[in-house]
């Protein structure tokens, strides 16, 4: 009968070690990732490392450390968890010599080092000048490229050539330059045609969609790619690079008197008012009644001297379930983002926020794979120094020995595992989480998409009283539903004109005084209680 085969245990001799790969986006797939993994895995193999992570950054230069895993990989690097960050060649791990020195002084703290899989660089005083040398090239080749394909391109642009971009309607012909595509130039004649007649762009782009028609990157068409189409002056036989400009480099697909009277109207249509156009709701899916707790939907209406009102109306309203008042949209709204941006210009509020998150973010946080990993380090460890007592004591036999190669095998897998444990989901630091908030502080009120930014961000739910507004902030993580009982028992001890975490029982409040008011806070959900004039 055959025996199954079973996975070999890593060596614990072995250095543990992860993988950093990067490719640029200038001539380089993403397959050039997998060719690095391969030989940095294979290099390992041969020269006593084994691989606990692995770092990848997609067509991300490395003349800039604005690099997410490389990043990741330097915050993890002070876990101890390994002791050598192997790369494909210098280049792949930055190519600034700069960044490259600070970077690896950081890793060198850290007790980690850096190897090459390509490039042997030697032990001592002549290993530090050739891979200084070799730095300096990188950098020179690096610079140097950037050079030459600006260079190629402003040559490219005298000759009118393409420059590789895709343009809809447009194609590139045999010399280089752009021509017009006989199968796409009549949607892009068309978008101008039914816009410059009246038509909304939400049902130009509506109609191309439902046709099958797409944009030049496949995509549907939506406003914005409807805008970009309207604006591009390459439809109109302009050609434009840096300071090179020809009103007559490109075949034109549209008339000037067309696309002129086309900016016109986009113009018209930005700064008209809203009640001009299609209404947008800013509380939509967010804003619920206090008497039932049903949602707050957009209404609307015209009196008799033509003025257009919009409101929030109660779903049981309609039904005449419910007596709540309909609230006036532009009071309403206002009325929420002046909550919201008082609530994020509280140095104690962002803190508190903050301090919470950290709690959050230890609480919930499953650490039950690795307190088992690590609940197995510890009887591995008795098992090892009880082996090394029996030897000692002179107990020496083929099963000892077979023993302690066993157990020696088990910890190097069990230290795999806890690395992989700590380095598989990056925690948030509290300088990030209060350096996120307070950037909201920077925003124009009167920016309607700074606006729907506060609103998708912070609120999670908001529940309009006769007398008071509950607001509820996206805060827990969890994604829960906020009902009508969970707000009102959250906020039984909270006195109005204050803010509390709350939960679904009111428990006992911690309070933090500021000079404005009283925060009470909780362990869950965040309740914010105003009292409310009209």
Same mark, same amino acid.
């Given at each position: 009968m055959s025996r199954k085969k079973t996975a070999a245990a890593p060596d614990p001799a072995l250095i543990p070690a992860v993988i950093y790969a990067r490719y640029s986006s200038s001539g380089q797939r993403e397959e050039s990732i997998e060719g690095q993994l391969r030989e940095c895995r294979a290099w390992a193999a041969r020269n006593g490392f084994r691989i606990i992570g692995e770092y990848t950054d997609k067509a991300l230069t490395g003349r800039t450390d604005k690099r997410p895993d490389f990043q990741r990989m330097l915050r993890d690097s002070e876990r101890g968890v390994f002791k050598a960050v192997i790369c494909w060649k210098i280049d792949r791990f930055a190519r600034n010599r700069y960044d490259s020195a600070t970077y690896k002084y950081k890793l $060198?703290? +850290?007790g980690v080092r850096v190897y090459y899989a390509k490039e042997a660089i030697p032990e001592g005083p002549e290993g530090i000048i050739l891979e200084s040398v070799m730095e300096g090239y990188a950098e020179y080749y690096s610079e140097n490229l950037s050079q030459n394909i600006k260079r190629g391109n402003y040559? =490219?642009?005298?000759?009118?050539? *393409?420059? #590789?971009?895709? &343009?809809?309607?447009?194609r590139k012909g045999p010399d280089g330059r752009f021509e017009i595509d006989p199968e796409t130039a009549p949607i892009v004649l068309r978008i101008f045609e039914e816009y410059a007649a009246g038509e909304p762009a939400k049902d130009i782009y509506t109609r191309l969609n439902n046709e099958g028609y797409r944009t030049s990157r496949g995509g549907l068409f939506n406003k914005n790619s409807l805008r970009h189409i309207l604006k591009n002056e390459k439809y109109v036989g302009v050609y434009q690079y840096k300071d090179i400009r020809d009103e007559h480099g490109i075949p034109p697909i549209v008339s000037r008197e067309l696309f002129d009277k086309c900016?016109?109207?986009l113009a018209t249509h930005h700064h008209s008012p809203a009640a001009a156009r299609d209404v947008s709701f800013l509380l939509t899916s967010k804003l619920f009644c206090g008497h039932c707790g049903e949602p707050m939907t957009g209404d #609307?209406?015209? =009196? $008799? *001297?033509?003025r257009v009102y919009h409101y929030y109306t109660c779903n049981n309203r309609k039904r005449r379930k419910c007596d709540k008042e309909r609230a006036p949209k532009d009071w309403i709204e206002q009325l929420v983002i002046d909550e919201l941006v008082k609530l994020i210009h509280s140095d104690e509020f962002i803190n508190e926020v903050a301090d919470r998150c950290m709690e959050y973010q230890k609480r919930e946080k499953?650490? =039950?794979?690795?307190?088992?990993?690590?609940?197995?380090?510890?009887? +591995?460890?008795k098992a090892i120094q009880n082996m090394i007592a029996a030897i000692e004591a002179g107990i020496i036999t083929p099963s000892t020995k077979s023993r302690l190669v066993q157990l020696e095998a088990e910890k190097a897998q069990i230290e795999t595992g806890i690395a992989q444990q700590l %380095?598989?989901?990056p925690d948030l630091e509290r300088d990030q989480i209060v350096y996120f908030l307070e950037r909201f502080r920077g925003g124009d009120v009167d920016d309607e998409s700074y606006r729907q930014l506060l609103v998708g961000v912070f609120l999670n739910a908001a529940y309009l009283y006769d007398d008071k507004l509950t607001l509820v902030l996206n805060y827990s993580g969890d994604n829960c539903k906020v009902t009508l009982e969970l707000v009102e028992n959250a906020t039984n001890c909270a006195d109005p004109e204050c803010s509390a975490f709350a939960r679904s029982a009111p428990p006992n409040c911690?309070?933090?005084? *500021?000079?404005? *008011? %009283?925060?009470?806070?909780?362990? $869950?959900? &965040?309740?914010? &209680?105003?009292? %409310?004039? $009209?």
């Open positions: $060198k703290k +850290n040559d =490219s642009a005298l000759e009118r050539k *393409t420059l #590789g971009y895709k &343009v809809l309607g447009l900016q016109s109207m #609307g209406g015209t =009196s $008799k *001297t033509g499953d650490q =039950s794979a690795l307190h088992a990993l690590e609940a197995r380090q510890r009887e +591995n460890e %380095i598989a989901e911690a309070k933090l005084n *500021t000079s404005a *008011t %009283i925060l009470y806070f909780f362990e $869950k959900v &965040v309740a914010v &209680v105003c009292k %409310i004039r $009209k």
